[in-house]
């Protein structure tokens, strides 16, 4: 999330006027984002109580998150696997097919999801989500397409804060309509909802993502070139700022310069640690207060996880260009790295409170506003590298190779983070590891290897226009 630190990054020069956003292909863009954000975020106010329910843990609490950490691991893995070739693909057939696939794969796999009744049918609909989805690593170089200099800061705040607002809806979602026959008995009455208490969040995600469909529909048929209904929606705009003549034989192992390995190294460790942080938080809260947890229900920790969701956007919104214009991208990003270190003691301190305090008391719910304010400093590491890695292309023709090497790195990081942050919570609370605080020490210490690594980032952002 995070050399000489002295320097101020200049991302243009001040005579350079900034070039306008093109607001309906970033529009289009943001829609597609906002989907992914609440199918991806859904499932995690909910997801230790189905595993719960399933049976698989023979009713020992304390091993839910390594079982959990799996789930949430494996689509990662599948992404992993695929990544790079659908940015590849995008090359060749263009942005837009790329990312109307990995949006109906979204909708259909958060479905199979909602009607899993088994821990191995929720593996597969978790890894036919990874395998479909190649939109991450798409949609940043399609943002790096649509921006030169002057703007990027303006404009990579918006990935960062619409997926924050995903990470609202998200949760709130999957927190509030989660089991809806316990809270509307009256409305709920058919058998189905009782076999299926998680299929309504899961719905409810599915429609997010066909209304963004619908949406860009109706948008492209507006311009006259609307196809199949929805399944050349996505993007049409954006095509003319396509590198039209790509070269399909560009060297992977020719872009493997520092220059290019540096900011995908730090992105792979952020994301290692973003991962973790946004699986251990909702683990802490649903892992009962004798274990030091906190104890909380899927729609308390909905509401929290929302509220971050909402606050996160907000200041990615309003403050993110504004603090990349004064501090500049790498010092920034030292902060958020610095905030997660803080992050963990907060986290500790916590469990702490709880157990000796016999649960949430006012003391506890500061300490939780705390974590909040970190949580949003640290997430504002995200856009600043999105930025280093935008610019360490040595060509356009690139773009898309890298973003792909960038996102195959990440999804390797983000595969192994949620087991890893679970499996090391689930071991510090069954074994009493450093009184149960072995998870928050380690991910301390991996926080302190980010920050030096940060500290290899180039002083100033390369001015692409030149």
Same mark, same amino acid.
């Given at each position: 999330?995070?050399?000489s630190e002295?320097t101020?990054?200049?991302?243009?020069?001040?005579?350079k006027p900034k070039?306008?956003l093109?607001?309906l292909?970033?529009?289009?863009?943001?829609?597609i984002q906002?989907?992914?954000g609440i199918?991806?975020?859904?499932i995690?106010p909910?997801?230790?109580?189905?595993?719960?329910e399933?049976?698989?843990?023979?009713?020992?609490?304390a091993?839910?998150?390594?079982?959990?950490?799996i789930?949430?691991?494996?689509?990662?893995v599948?992404?992993a /696997?695929?990544v %790079?070739?659908w940015?590849r693909l995008?090359?060749?057939i263009? +942005? $837009?097919p790329?990312?109307v #696939?990995? !949006?109906?794969?979204?909708?259909?796999?958060?479905?199979?999801?909602?009607?899993?009744?088994?821990?191995?049918s929720l593996?597969?609909s978790?890894?036919?989500?990874?395998?479909l989805n190649g939109?991450v690593g798409?949609m940043?170089?399609?943002m790096?397409?649509?921006?030169d200099?002057?703007?990027?800061a303006q404009?990579?705040?918006?990935?960062?804060?619409?997926?924050?607002?995903?990470?609202?809806?998200?949760?709130?979602?999957?927190?509030t309509?989660?089991r809806p026959?316990?809270?509307?008995?009256?409305?709920f009455t058919?058998p189905?909802?009782?076999?299926y208490?998680y299929?309504l969040?899961?719905?409810?995600?599915? /429609?997010?993502a %066909?209304?963004?469909?619908?949406?860009?529909g109706?948008?492209? +048929? $507006?311009?006259r070139?609307c #196809?199949? !209904?929805?399944?050349?929606?996505?993007?049409?705009?954006?095509?003319?700022h396509?590198?039209q003549?790509v070269?399909?034989?560009?060297?992977?192992?020719s872009?493997?310069?520092?220059t290019?390995?540096?900011?995908?190294?730090?992105?792979a460790?952020?994301a290692?640690?973003?991962i973790?942080?946004?699986?251990?938080?909702p683990l802490f809260f649903?892992?009962?207060?004798?274990l030091?947890?906190?104890?909380f229900d899927?729609?308390s920790?909905g509401?929290?996880?929302a509220?971050?969701?909402?606050?996160d956007?907000?200041?990615q919104?309003?403050l993110?260009?504004?603090?990349v214009?004064?501090?500049?991208?790498k010092r920034?990003f030292?902060?958020?790295?610095?905030s997660?270190a803080l992050l963990m003691v907060v986290l500790?301190?916590?469990?702490w409170?709880?157990r000796?305090r016999?649960?949430v008391d006012?003391?506890?719910?500061f300490a939780?506003?705390c974590?909040?304010v970190?949580?949003?400093?640290c997430s504002?590491?995200?856009?600043?590298?999105?930025?280093?890695?935008t610019?360490s292309?040595p060509t356009?023709?690139a773009?898309g190779a890298i973003?792909g090497l960038?996102?195959?790195?990440s999804?390797?990081a983000?595969?192994?983070?949620p087991?890893f942050?679970?499996s090391?919570f689930?071991a510090?609370?069954?074994?009493n590891?450093?009184?149960g605080?072995?998870?928050?020490?380690?991910l301390?210490?991996?926080?302190?290897v980010?920050?030096w690594l940060?500290s290899?980032?180039?002083?100033?952002?390369?001015?692409r226009?030149?």
């Amino acid at each position: 999330m995070i050399a000489s630190e002295t320097t101020p990054l200049v991302l243009a020069k001040a005579s350079k006027p900034k070039t306008p956003l093109p607001k309906l292909q970033l529009g289009i863009l943001l829609t597609i984002q906002l989907a992914e954000g609440i199918t991806s975020t859904s499932i995690f106010p909910y997801i230790n109580q189905l595993i719960s329910e399933l049976g698989i843990t023979g009713g020992d609490d304390a091993a839910v998150g390594y079982y959990a950490g799996i789930i949430e691991s494996l689509f990662f893995v599948a992404q992993a /696997l695929t990544v %790079l070739r659908w940015s590849r693909l995008s090359d060749r057939i263009g +942005r $837009r097919p790329v990312l109307v #696939i990995g !949006l109906s794969g979204a909708c259909i796999s958060i479905l199979c999801f909602g009607l899993s009744t088994t821990f191995w049918s929720l593996v597969i609909s978790r890894c036919m989500c990874g395998v479909l989805n190649g939109n991450v690593g798409v949609m940043k170089t399609v943002m790096g397409e649509l921006t030169d200099s002057t703007n990027m800061a303006q404009a990579f705040a918006l990935i960062p804060t619409v997926w924050s607002l995903g990470g609202f809806l998200g949760p709130l979602m999957g927190g509030t309509l989660a089991r809806p026959q316990d809270h509307w008995p009256v409305i709920f009455t058919d058998p189905f909802w009782g076999n299926y208490p998680y299929f309504l969040p899961c719905a409810g995600s599915s /429609l997010s993502a %066909l209304s963004g469909l619908l949406h860009d529909g109706i948008i492209l +048929r $507006r311009s006259r070139f609307c #196809i199949l !209904l929805a399944a050349s929606h996505t993007l049409l705009m954006i095509s003319r700022h396509r590198q039209q003549n790509v070269d399909q034989n560009i060297s992977l192992r020719s872009l493997l310069t520092p220059t290019v390995v540096i900011p995908i190294a730090n992105y792979a460790m952020f994301a290692f640690l973003e991962i973790s942080r946004r699986v251990l938080v909702p683990l802490f809260f649903s892992t009962p207060t004798y274990l030091g947890g906190l104890g909380f229900d899927p729609s308390s920790i909905g509401s929290w996880l929302a509220l971050f969701g909402i606050m996160d956007g907000v200041f990615q919104a309003l403050l993110f260009a504004k603090l990349v214009d004064w501090l500049g991208p790498k010092r920034l990003f030292s902060a958020s790295v610095s905030s997660y270190a803080l992050l963990m003691v907060v986290l500790s301190i916590m469990s702490w409170l709880v157990r000796a305090r016999g649960g949430v008391d006012y003391a506890v719910t500061f300490a939780l506003l705390c974590q909040l304010v970190l949580s949003i400093i640290c997430s504002m590491g995200l856009g600043t590298l999105l930025m280093f890695i935008t610019v360490s292309a040595p060509t356009k023709d690139a773009l898309g190779a890298i973003n792909g090497l960038a996102q195959t790195s990440s999804s390797i990081a983000r595969a192994v983070g949620p087991a890893f942050a679970s499996s090391l919570f689930a071991a510090s609370k069954e074994y009493n590891l450093l009184g149960g605080n072995a998870v928050f020490v380690i991910l301390f210490m991996l926080a302190g290897v980010l920050r030096w690594l940060g500290s290899q980032l180039p002083d100033e952002i390369r001015d692409r226009d030149e």
